[in-house]
């Protein structure tokens, strides 16, 4: 019976686990007004490792006395493994069990990283970069006896339950023979073991009692002073970055009572920390009372927040890097000692250090025993960031740093074990042939990223079913960065868990080209010149479970295990075709669909088993299979292997058709196929062996008869047609412009900078660039076998204005629309779509195919991304120009069912989509609107809510949040990667959207909101803002009136319009976002009282709101538009225009520029680098069209750069003052020289302002560039 206590809350535990997955983790709001007990720490500290399980980890080193976990919360990104090259740090508090105040503060802390992650930048770069342990509490048994508002405390809080004083018992003792005193401070022992462990790189020991930092020794023995004098320097440093950051502790005096019986002993932690641990550990100390009451809290946690966030950026200072063996494996515990600082750190389990050290010039040598040692001489460290500067040690036999393959994910120090030299008569290729497990494999890809940092990025596409990363391994010069002139080529493995071949081929080439770049030309000319990305596993879970049967641990038939996903799917036969929707599509399959859509991949080749040979798709056109042919004969040329048939050979060569597996009924179609109709990549098959599952011992023989093809297959993309579509005006590279070669169904089309990339076979072809907008272009080419060929186009743009005539026709039909009754007969003449229902997701998704296939020639159904379940968000665009983008046309955003459970918004928004479709080319104002507009809708936010949401339930939850809990409208936040699919998918689509107005349908009032939804934030354009929303709530019959009658309580609302936040205040929402990011003014629209009302009252609600829906249409062409031109006419890109000195528009590449203003006399400022200011002044009617204007920079200044303007104005204001202060000399009066200083000032600040306003984008983004913030400044790599 008592065995079954022990199990049954492991049992409990596996459905609770599973109901969070639609439940979220609640987390209470931090109040700052009370002490948390053991419990309610314990509780709170779960609650946080649940809710944000993906950047934390909670975990127990020990126990008290009394038996209370000693908690340790790691903060950082994948918390669960230990990542190479990534410095530890760690805060520890309530030491002393009364000094209360570091215990509430490192909570505080917890949850300040937790929630700020992916909203602040600092927090953000920290969390990613630094293995954060927070240890709250090291002493909660002297916690729990402590008294609040005790500021001097008493013995009894202060020590441990066998009454030891916990810091002064850090005796140096072996802590594998056991003693008395470790066994009465099992705290200690605990943390001392943890700290030898860890090789914590810095630390804060948070105290009580004082303000003040300080640093070892405590004792103040002259042994150990002697040994500090070369490092108090840097220490200093450490507790200064702290006391400046803290308002009381940087005072001289900050008037507490000092003990005069205070004395220092041997034996404190942070001493050991320093001698034993290779830790630099400060000790600072909070407040004057030790245990403050609880109104103090807040206070204090405002005094602590920003000196323990800089203190914590400390740990990226000084040197840091790897010291490997000659073949590149890290040597742990190797020694690393600075020439004149008589203190020495040794190396982590990777072989990697980190050795703080204050911005100088240093001699470095590392050492480990049977190594010769290694000394770099004069190493410059910086300011702020770590010199990067790695080791290789020379030794006859080497070992290599790797995992004991278990099933464990956390890695200690048992885990390591040393394996014997390679096989591989290469002398630079050294990993093992073997077959490596999952963790295993992403030890050696965070590796190689961390020891080759200037040519890898490591990434992950997604995650597998089982949540396994699909890692990414890029290896570049500058990786992770679009660059000209350098060609993508990709590399796909395990395709099926089963064929081990590919993963291992793949392992293998990432390490061969780390370690021969800069040694073997080949090599460093493909990596100069390439982006090559290799995913090792496709299919991870299959892997580790065909892993598992080649062992022995798992039986059945080993061609089969594995070969699927965890759903028991192909992933090989599971990409859609383009007749199919992605419903059924698995997570490995979506991952790696998106990673392909985001690059510009010219070849793709995935390493497969169980055949040999090259294989490609089917159905072909006769162009393309040449040059399939032209890539595997290329192929078998490198290749040893080939030189002897085997029996599973494939012909040469060979289509897909041919090749037979074990695969399961189709779900899709398989990755060569999707890939050549669907992308711009041509993708292959290479077949490398007989057997799904090789030998080991045959791994190094596959390897060496395959790798010099396979470097030929990235040598390929180098010798095809490349080159540059551009504007004929401007000279601009044109993205997403379609290059296609007559004779061929397949497309390529530009990345951002123009530039394309197409694989042809030696021949003669005819190729047309074209571009929306642009007129198309063809010309001739001749490719050779040996050598690239540049191919250029030049396109013009088409005349696509309108003519004089058409425009005053329409501008007058707008207004006649605008007069009072023009709307309202309009939509009482229309054809009615009568399609009012509820429909579920599959017949909505019906539906939205029905008016795609029905009105093909003004309609364009698409798809932004897939919920939480996999259900496609729609998005129907609705325009007469599909696919040609016209200079800043109006584009106007409807949006329904953020909230499942508000139902009448998708079926508006469907009944308006059939309205319009229905109406065009029979209603001539209908017809006109949607040829001069661009309308795109999105009927269904929140497909997984609104499937289980209820008809009937007014004021029900059910269904309100997504599939994962969230409450879309609140996850809306700008620079976050943990956002919820949905908000991805609308977020992107905002983002560069170029919308001029947004509006969205909610349910559960009436009314219209308009941003902010967040508190404290004023808009700059609130007056347009509330005018757009009063514009709905005044078409409305009933929205005006300001009399919702949801409830008895129900206050009038003037004109039904309310700013967001006080209607419902929150941050994360949808039309803050727009606003911020999309620079698109939104207004929420409330249609009714009832959140989900029955189906009959459907028609109502419809006639209510179909003509406040085309005065939205209408509001985006009585806008404010035009275009500004240079004195040649030329039209002045990045020009911008400032309406009424606080709402900013930017031009386009065209000068064009459009916003939406509210009714009145508009002020424009008009400014452009390089030309003086434009002022002028534009009314604003509210029931006409205003007319395009034009903006002509009359006056050129001099093309100066804004460098040398500052250099010149810098020269004249020191002559000036030069000629002031002779002047001064000269005649003593000093009056004059004040008064010219102040001239000079206002001059200064008159110069700073005009070269601010010249700025292209006064807006400027949050967040810095990735590679802005980890670019190294010096690079040392010794061999």
Known sequence: MHILWLILPHILIVPHQMLGLRRPIKVNEETYRGYYNYAAMTDRLRRFSLKYSHICNLASIGQSVEGRELWVMRITVNPSKDVPGKPRFKYVGNIHGDEALSRQVLVYLIEYLLTQYGRDVRVTELVNRTDIYIMASMNP????????????????????????????????????????????????????????????????????????????????????????????????????????????????????????????????????????????????????????????????????????????????????????????????????????????????????????????????????????????????????????????????????????????????????????????????????????????????????????????????????????????????????VDQQGKPEVMFVGNLHGNEFIGREILLNLVEYLCRNYGKDPLVTRLVNGTRIHIMPSMNPDGFELALKAHKGRVSGDLSIIGHRNSHRVDLNANFPEQSQSRNSVEAETRAVINWVKAHSFVLSASIRGGFRGVVYPSSLDRIDEYMFKSVAKAYYMQSQAFQEPQACDVPRPRKKKGIKHN?????????????????????????????????????????????????????????????????????????????????????????????????????????????????????????????????????????????????????????????????????????????????????????????????????????????????????????????????????????????????????????????????????????????????????????????????????????????HGIDLDTDFFYGNASVQPETRAVMDLIHGGKFSLSVVLEGGSLLATYPYDRSKQHATNEETLRYLASLYARSHPFMHLGNAGCSKKSAKIPGGVLKGVDFSAHTGSMKDFSLDVGVCPEITVYTGCCMFPSENQLFSLWMENRMPLFRMVLEVHRRLSGVVRDSKGHPVSGAVVVVNGSVSVHADSQGHFTTLVAPGTQQLQVQAHGYQQVLQQVNISSDRVTRPIVIDFTADRAPLSRAVFLIATASLTSVLICALLIWHLRSAKFSRIRDGVRWLRRKREDLRMEAMASEKSPLREEFLDESESEDDPFFVEEH
């Open 663 to 963: 695969r399961p009924v189709a779900t899709g179609t398989d990755m060569l196929t999707w890939a050549y109709h669907g992308t711009d990549t041509l993708a292959i098959n290479i077949g490398l062996s007989c057997e799904l599952l090789p030998p080991e011992e045959l791994l190094s023989e596959y390897w060496e008869k395959n790798h010099r093809a396979i470097l030929q297959i990235i040598q390929q993309v180098h010798l095809f047609v490349r080159g540059m579509v551009t504007d004929g005006h401007s000279g601009k590279g044109i993205g997403n412009a379609t290059v296609v070669v007559k004779g061929s169904r397949h497309q390529v089309h530009t990345s951002s900078t123009g530039q394309y990339w197409r694989p042809l076979a030696p021949g003669s072809y005819h190729l047309t660039a074209s571009a929306p907008g642009y007129t198309p272009m063809s010309a001739s080419v001749r490719v050779l076998e040996s050598r690239m060929e540049q191919l250029n186009f030049k396109l013009t743009r088409k005349a696509l204005h309108p003519s004089g005539g058409e425009q005053k026709d329409f501008e007058n039909l707008v207004e006649q629309l605008l007069v009072p009754g023009g709307l309202d007969q309009l939509v009482r003449s229309l054809l009615p779509a009568k399609t009012l229902q509820y429909r579920t997701y599959r017949e909505r998704s019906e539906f939205l195919r029905g008016l795609a296939l029905n009105f093909p020639h003004i309609t364009h159904l698409y798809s932004l991304g897939q919920s939480s379940e996999f259900r496609t968000i729609w998005a129907l665009e609705i325009t007469s120009h599909l696919g040609i983008p016209q200079p800043a046309e109006p584009k106007i955003l409807f949006v329904a069912g953020v909230h499942g459970n508000a139902a009448v918004g998708p079926e508006l928004l469907l009944e308006f989509a059939s309205v319009l479709c229905l109406n065009y080319g029979r209603n001539p104002a209908v017809t006109k609107l949607v040829d001069r507009s661009r309308i795109l809708i999105v009927p269904c936010v929140n497909p997984d809510g609104r499937e289980q949401a209820h008809e009937g339930l007014c004021s029900s939850s059910v269904g309100h949040n997504n599939a």
């Open 141 to 480: 048994d002297g916690f729990e006896r402590a008294v609040e508002g005790d500021c001097t405390g008493s013995a009894e809080g202060r020590e441990n339950a066998k009454h030891y004083d916990l810091d002064k018992s850090f005796q140096f003792p072996d802590l594998d023979e056991p003693s008395s005193k470790t066994s009465d401070t099992p705290e200690v022992t605990a943390v001392m073991r943890w700290i030898l462990e860890k090789k914590f790189v810095l630390s804060g020991s948070l105290h009580g009692g004082s303000v003040m930092a300080s640093f070892p020794f405590d004792d103040r023995s002259s042994s150990a002073s002697s040994g500090l004098t070369a490092d108090e320097a840097l220490f200093h440093h450490l507790a200064q970055a702290y006391t400046e950051n803290h308002p009381i502790m940087r005072m001289d005096n900050p008037g507490c009572h000092v003990d005069p019986n205070k004395s220092f002993e041997d034996g404190g932690m942070q001493d050991f920390n320093y001698l034993k641990g290779n830790c630099f550990e400060v000790t600072f100390r909070f407040s004057c009372c030790k245990y403050p009451l609880a109104s103090q809290l807040f206070t204090e946690w405002t005094n602590n927040k920003e000196a323990l966030l800089t203190y914590m950026q400390k740990a990226h200072i000084g040197v840091r890097g790897f010291v490997m063996t000659r073949s590149g494996f890290g040597l742990p515990n190797a020694t690393i000692f600075v020439s004149g600082i008589h203190h020495n750190i040794t190396t982590w389990m990777f072989g990697d250090y980190y050795r703080l050290l204050l911005p100088g010039r240093y001699d470095i040598t590392a050492s480990s025993p049977g190594y010769l040692s290694n000394t770099v001489k004069n190493v410059p460290v910086i300011e702020g960031k770590a010199t990067l500067l790695n080791f290789t040690l020379e030794k006859p036999v080497e070992e290599m740093l790797m995992l004991d393959p278990s099933e464990q994910h956390t890695v200690t120090n048992e885990d390591l074990r040393t394996l014997g030299l390679p096989t591989s008569t290469y002398p630079i290729q050294t990993l093992k042939f073997r077959h490596h497990s999952y963790d295993e494999m992403e030890m050696l890809l965070q590796l190689f990223s961390a020891v080759y940092p200037n040519i890898t990025d490591l990434n992950s596409a997604g995650q597998s079913v089982q949540g396994r990363n699909l890692y990414v391994m890029e290896i570049s010069t500058n990786p992770g």
